[in-house]
């Protein structure tokens, strides 16, 4: 904030830290139906949630470089979200163990990426030749 003209006003950076924190806000409720989908103690979502809004947006900006590399990651995300809402939907009717859930998740992201990183590397065999 600074005085201009007798007045207190906000300076652009004040814009650029409430869009900051409210990236983190949206990481974190972005997150609680993926920790739903794995587990069912109160604990485990509510410090899941505490760590997704202290670290997910440097792991963002971490990966947001790498972010063109995996052009499967999307797909692999969606079939993530409709693999926890199948099982958020159907959990009256059949509760896989917790390691069920967390193996159909790792699989899923890690075909994305390794099909990511293959199709890349031919791209770029395919225009070296």
Known sequence: FTMAR????ATPLFAVLVMVEATDLV???DSIPAVLGVAREQFVVFSSNAFAILGLRSLYFCLSG???????????LGFVLGFVGAKMLLVEFWDP???LGLAVIVVILTTAVVASLAVERRDSRDAGA
Do not use: I, M, S
Request: hydrophobic share 55%; aromatic share 24%; charged share 25%.
């Open 6 to 9: 007798g007045k207190w006003l």
């Open 66 to 76: 790498l972010a063109d590399r995996f052009r499967f990651l999307n797909v692999g």
């Open 27 to 29: 990481f974190a409720v």
């Open 97 to 99: 163990p917790e390691w």
